[in-house]
């Protein structure tokens, strides 16, 4: 027997792996700085002062608090929604509903939470809607209420797709035997369904209360004083406020030791959901029709439908007011839109190159084409793919704070804000690009690797040949959606943005804090259709698909039909 | 009522058409299946041997046409109100449910199971030769095995007429053999009228009393 490979100078782990070496040296680069910025500072903690007040303990208190509560709510109201969507695949606004499920990926936060306020403020709609019959809600949103709102309005429809993927994974012979086995509505969720979900449910949920745990721009909005703060509010708060450096510190190590206590307590969360399309397979479920099921499932799309539309459709209505060519002529707001653009190309770029190496690493490192294996491979896989979510871990303003304590000697804050917000964007949006690619990338190598290899396609080649046309798609989509969520943020920018250095979110943050909603109101349609453009645009342009009227689609299904029925025949 | 005069036994299926949605054909399907047979249904694939075998259980609606099992009219019933019990291909069994709850649904589809369907079961499982297994997962269950479960599950529904949806085609062909002898002898020990579609014609001749050849 002759060796499959031949025999070369470099080692053949290197050949695998160095792309990965050099992203994970990238990463390990950042977190050093940050941890000796942040360490540096240990000295000058004055214990006593935090602890005496108990503040540290209501603020940890606060967080887990609000953090589990919107974690239920979103849970209890995505299984029903799921289960709806799941039996009913000709329902009408279905795709619709999909669309927009996946929107709260990429709908900024700050835009989000200026649609509840819309509908839950003072003036919201609700209360207009109360008033026609001499009622009121009162002023409910502030506190506790307002950020339970606004964390199940963007979780819950992330939850529910995850769950309609995980129950339209089901065989279709499921749906026919519980058809021929007579099993009721309640039997088929006992028996079928709930223990389906509760595999998803730990990666799932744990992935949520970790957003709710550290959500920013939400909190931030919506909180409402002091007895509300979040830890990642309060760490802004010393920064930007109190100017308390060791503060922030505390704060910051101690939102770092929860989250690691967290991720051990939900190990291998996230790395079994996969951010990808779901997978358009009509199954006819038999128990669809039954009088139960159809109630349910009416209250649940019609509960979810009231929670996420009005507020988008009130940012809209708002928008188009008589100050809209006035904000639109407002020369600050076209400097922080090509800011924004600037450090979303920047982010989005870098977050695709430690995105790439990463993949490649880990698909080499599973694959029993490579190194899949091999002793060491699958614990280094693991570190590596915790690494690239390593932020989920370590929150974007402890990484911002160690970085901006290491620099803050160098530069003015004007020549380091832009640096910061795109190196940590960058990291904010790596656990998400990865989600995308690493699947991708391992696919096509199980495809590829072996045919490769017998007719020796290396190198360059068979990245052009046969890398880059399987993975464009995914390398689209994960550049395009590592640009619009760095579009959308609004959680480093708030802290190091300046008078003459502003993105769209804070931009619009400052007019919502100023009460002027109407121009709150255009930036936010300015600011999504800059993300969502931003977004096309890239996924298009990368993925090969150009813009095509919509029903080329149809068009091109029948075309491959007809090819294919002859074979059929 | 039913006019005793046109009192057909078995099976029977006609001008009962089917618009194939992915194809676009329609599909016409005229049969008579006796009392006590066991008739194979032999074909490339694409004729819509499964599509017959779905509409006869429910799970696909035709067109038009009738299906009748000793003259009653089966259209207008659902999936559990006809007197049918199925066994696909694969994933017969449900993946988190051991091979005992898997039967047990056939018996109470709640699976609040009582001490004497807990022995219908266990005879169940005997029946197809897999006395002890009872607590197995699919996932810990050979092909064969999983399929024999199945089975067992069809067997404690009593309902007459078996329907077996190239039942054994994922099996090799020793197994293949074996686990055609047990439908024989489960359809006769039974007295069940038993119709399964392969692309097989060894295992056609294997146990049909009739062979049907669509095309």
């Excluded at chain 1, 160095?18 to 942040?38: E, H, K």
């Excluded at chain 1, 709908?107 to 509840?116: A, D, L, Q, S």
């Excluded at chain 1, 979303?344 to 080499?364: D, K, P, Q, W």
């Excluded at chain 1, 993975?471 to 943005?497: E, P, Q, W």
Aim: aromatic share 8%; proline share 5%; with cysteine.
């Amino acid at each position: 027997m002759s060796p499959v490979s031949k025999p070369s100078l470099t080692p053949r782990w290197l050949v695998f792996l160095w792309p990965g070496f050099l992203s994970l040296g990238a990463i390990a680069l950042i977190l050093g700085l940050a941890f000796t910025g942040l360490f540096s500072q240990i000295p000058e903690i004055d214990l006593s002062k935090i602890f005496n007040n108990n503040y540290l303990f209501r603020v940890i208190g606060f967080t887990l608090y609000q953090a589990t509560l919107s974690t239920v709510i979103a849970t209890i109201i995505a299984i029903p929604v799921a289960r709806a969507l799941s039996r009913r695949p000709n329902l009408p606004g279905r795709m619709l509903f999909l669309h927009m499920a996946s929107l709260s990926l990429i709908v900024p936060t700050i835009v989000g939470v200026f649609g509840v306020v819309a509908i839950h403020g003072r003036n919201g709609w609700l209360n207009q809607v109360l008033s026609l019959f001499d009622l009121s809600a009162g002023n409910y949103l502030y506190g506790l209420i307002g950020i339970l709102i606004a964390h199940v309005f963007f979780n819950a429809p992330l939850l529910a797709r995850i769950f309609l993927q995980t129950l339209e994974s089901l065989p279709k012979e499921y749906w026919r035997s519980t058809a021929q086995l007579n099993m009721s509505d309640r039997d088929i969720f006992r028996l079928i369904e709930w223990p389906m979900l509760r595999r998803v449910l730990p990666a799932s949920c744990g992935l949520v209360f970790l957003l709710c745990f550290t959500s920013f721009a939400v909190v931030l909005a919506l909180g409402g004083g002091p007895s509300t703060n979040t830890l990642e509010v309060a760490i802004y708060q010393a920064i930007r406020l109190d100017f308390d450096i060791p503060k922030a510190v505390v704060l910051s190590l101690t939102q770092l030791a929860l989250c690691s206590v967290l991720l051990l307590i939900g190990s291998h969360f996230s790395r079994n959901i996969t951010l990808g399309n779901t997978e358009e397979r009509p199954t006819k479920r038999f128990d669809a029709s039954k009088p139960s099921a159809i109630a349910t499932d009416a209250l649940a799309l019609i509960a979810m439908s009231l929670l996420v539309f009005p507020p988008l459709l009130a940012t809209v209505q708002k928008a188009f007011s008589p100050r809209l060519f006035e904000v639109l002529g407002d020369e600050k707001l076209w400097s922080a839109a090509f800011n924004s653009l600037k450090i979303s190309l920047a982010a989005g770029t870098l977050t695709l190159f430690l995105a790439v190496g990463i993949a490649i690493m880990i698909r080499s490192l599973h694959l029993p084409s490579r190194l899949g294996g091999k002793p060491l491979s699958k614990p280094l896989a693991a570190i590596t793919d915790l690494s690239g979510s390593i932020i989920l871990l370590l929150p974007p303003f402890v990484l911002a704070t160690g970085l901006f304590i290491i620099f803050k000697g160098m530069a003015s804050l004007t020549v380091l804000a832009p640096f910061l917000v795109v190196t940590v964007n960058a990291l904010m949006a790596l656990p998400f690009a990865l989600r995308i690619l690493i699947p991708s990338f391992e696919t096509s190598g199980q495809k590829s690797d072996l045919l490769c290899r017998s007719l020796a396609i290396t190198g360059l080649n068979r990245i052009r040949v046969i890398d880059w046309p399987q993975n464009r798609k995914a390398l689209g989509l994960a550049l395009g959606l590592s640009a619009a969520l760095s579009t959308g943020d609004l959680s480093v920018i708030a802290l190091f943005g300046t008078q003459d250095f502003t993105t769209l979110p804070l931009f619009m943050y400052q007019k919502m804090g100023s009460y002027r909603l109407e121009d709150a109101a255009i930036i936010a349609l300015f600011l999504c259709l800059q993300s969502l453009l931003l977004f096309m645009v890239i996924e298009r342009i990368i993925a090969g698909k150009w813009f095509l009227p919509n029903f080329g689609k149809t068009k091109n299904r029948d075309r491959k039909l007809n090819k294919d029925a002859p074979h059929n025949a | 009522m039913l006019n005793m005069a046109n009192l057909t036994p078995g099976l029977q299926i006609s001008h009962l058409s089917f618009k194939h949605t992915k194809l676009g054909e329609v599909l016409e399907f005229d049969l008579q299946i006796n009392p006590g047979e066991l008739v194979a249904i032999l074909g490339p694939s694409g004729v819509g041997k499964s599509t017959l075998l779905n509409l006869i259980a429910g799970f696909d609606a035709p067109l038009s046409g009738v299906i009748t099992f000793n003259s009653q009219d089966l259209s207008s019933l659902a999936p559990a109100e006809r007197p049918i019990t199925s066994l696909f291909q694969e994933h017969n069994l449900f993946a988190h449910l051991t091979a005992e709850e898997n039967i047990g649904l056939g018996i109470n589809p709640g699976l609040r199971l009582s001490n004497s369907d807990h022995v219908a079961v266990d005879s169940a499982l005997n029946d197809v030769g897999l006395s002890g297994f009872n607590k197995r997962l699919p996932s810990e269950l050979s092909g064969g095995q999983r399929q024999r479960v199945a089975l067992a599950r069809c067997l404690v529904r009593r309902r007459p007429v078996l329907l077996l949806d190239e039942p054994f085609s994922a099996l090799d062909q020793t197994l293949r053999k074996e686990m055609l002898k047990l439908v024989k002898r489960l359809h006769c020990e039974h007295k069940l009228l038993t119709l399964m579609v392969t692309h097989l014609s060894d295992d056609a001749d294997e146990i049909a009393d009739r062979v049907i050849h669509l095309s």
